[in-house]
Structures are given as structure tokens and as C-alpha cells.
């Protein structure tokens, strides 16, 4: 999965807890990312960030939060104003400078709510 | 409206078979397009990436077409394995802000034996 290690594979989330997803990479990319997938539809973005200490919203980002405190990983948190957490949970990293333009992907986390 | 349309949703095809898969945009505007192929709950893996200048990538078995006046893609899988299994995402990245990616919402493709 191109160096991208999303963990766990499976989480279970019950009413009003926050949970978090964990995503690193090992390619020295600058730019990372989280989508939501849901069955039938496109890949939503919900945040990214393009360097360390900043990250931008994307469209779904209510009820999401995120951080970037090191280059290697940016976690999501699901909180529990989330209502409809129940997806599969994509993180994503691309270097933003060179050929290529190539978004990397992990092997996705599936959120379920007890 | 920036939005990416793939059909058919998803196809059957047997073994050794030939198949084509379509994507429309309405992106604009946008810098390049990809497919990615996408295991059942895997995450995607890059097949083929084309600027609006490139008309033609092949990866393989995969041929991937794409004219940029009719905003019209294709990606062509030859010779069909079951590994090719899976659904196939069409991406394109609107190149108006910070380089967003539109993803179509895929077509699902079951190779029988």
C-alpha cells in the first residue's frame, strides 16, 4: 500500500465516544489527506494537510478533527458529534513538488458504530 | 458543477474477455486524469495518470483514453483475469484551487471463471 500504514484494519465506536484512526507514512511526502467512503458514492475529502502544523477542512470536515505535528503521521479523530460515522476511512499522502502527482493510498480502516 | 460520472455502475464479464469502462467530467479546470483500481476493502492503487495534453496510457492490460474536448475518458482492460476483480475509480483533479481530486463513485467489475 505504498507505504502508508493505516491502523486499526477494524473499529467499533459507541454512541458519544470519540474515537481515532491512526495514519503514517514512511515516503516523505508532504502532503496528507483523509477521505470517507461510503458504498455507492465518489471518495469525500475531509481533511488535508500540506505541511507540518496546518491542515485545511475539506468538504465533510463537521464532526472530524485532525492534527499534524509531525510529517510522518496525521491522525483523525471521529468525535461524537458525528452522527453517521459508520464508513471505510481512506488516508492518502502525495509529495507536492516533482513528477508524478500521485496520490498514495492506505489500506482504509472501516468504522462501525455499536 | 465540478462532478465525474462513470458507467456502467458495475459488469460482469467472463475470463479472457475484453471489457471498456467510461467516465464523463464536467471538471474545469483540471490539469489531469487518473484511474485507480480499488480491491474490495483495500485502498486504491494508481493505474494510469494523463495530463489533458496525453490521449493514450497504457499499464499493461489496461489502455486508458482520454479526449479532453468531449471531457470523456475510457479505460480498456484486455484479456480479462480474475484478479482484475475489483472496482475502478475515475479521478480527476480540479486544478482551481489546491489541486483537488473529484472521484467518481466507481464501477464495480466481477471477472468469472
Known amino acids: 500500500d505504498g507505504g502508508i500504514t493505516q491502523s486499526p484494519k477494524y473499529l467499533f465506536r459507541k454512541e458519544g465516544q470519540n474515537v481515532t484512526l491512526s495514519c503514517e507514512q514512511n515516503?516523505?511526502?508532504?502532503?496528507m489527506y483523509w477521505y470517507r467512503q461510503d458504498p455507492g458514492q465518489g471518495l469525500r475529502l475531509i481533511y488535508y494537510?500540506?505541511?507540518?502544523?496546518?491542515?485545511q477542512k475539506g468538504d465533510i470536515a463537521e464532526g472530524y478533527s485532525v492534527s499534524r505535528e509531525k510529517k510522518e503521521s496525521f491522525p483523525l479523530t471521529v468525535t461524537s458529534a458525528q452522527k453517521n460515522p459508520t464508513a471505510f476511512y481512506l488516508c492518502?499522502?502525495?509529495?507536492?513538488?516533482?513528477?508524478?502527482?500521485?496520490?498514495?493510498f492506505g489500506a482504509g480502516t472501516r468504522l462501525s458504530v455499536l | 458543477k465540478n462532478q465525474v460520472e462513470q458507467s456502467p455502475q458495475s459488469l460482469i464479464i467472463l475470463e479472457g474477455k475484453n471489457c471498456t469502462l467510461q467516465?464523463?467530467?464536467?471538471?474545469?479546470?483540471?490539469?489531469?486524469l487518473r484511474w485507480y483500481k480499488q480491491d474490495t476493502g483495500r485502498g486504491p492503487v494508481s493505474l494510469t495518470i494523463?495530463?489533458?495534453?496525453?490521449n493514450t496510457k497504457s499499464n499493461g492490460r489496461y489502455t486508458a483514453t482520454l479526449d479532453a474536448d468531449t471531457k470523456q475518458s475510457s479505460l480498456h482492460i484486455t484479456a480479462s483475469q480474475l484478479s482484475d476483480s475489483a472496482s475502478y475509480i475515475c479521478?480527476?483533479?480540479?486544478?482551481?484551487?489546491?489541486?483537488?481530486?473529484?472521484f467518481g463513485a466507481g464501477t464495480r467489475l466481477a471477472v468469472h471463471p
Open positions: 494537510s500540506q505541511i507540518v502544523n496546518d491542515f
Open positions: 479521478v480527476v483533479t480540479f486544478s482551481g484551487g489546491y489541486n483537488k481530486l473529484i
Open positions: 494523463m495530463t489533458f495534453s496525453e
Open positions: 492518502a499522502s502525495r509529495q507536492l513538488q516533482g513528477r508524478g502527482d500521485i496520490q498514495y
Open positions: 515516503l516523505n511526502h508532504d502532503a
Open positions: 467516465c464523463n467530467y464536467t471538471v474545469s479546470p483540471f490539469s489531469n
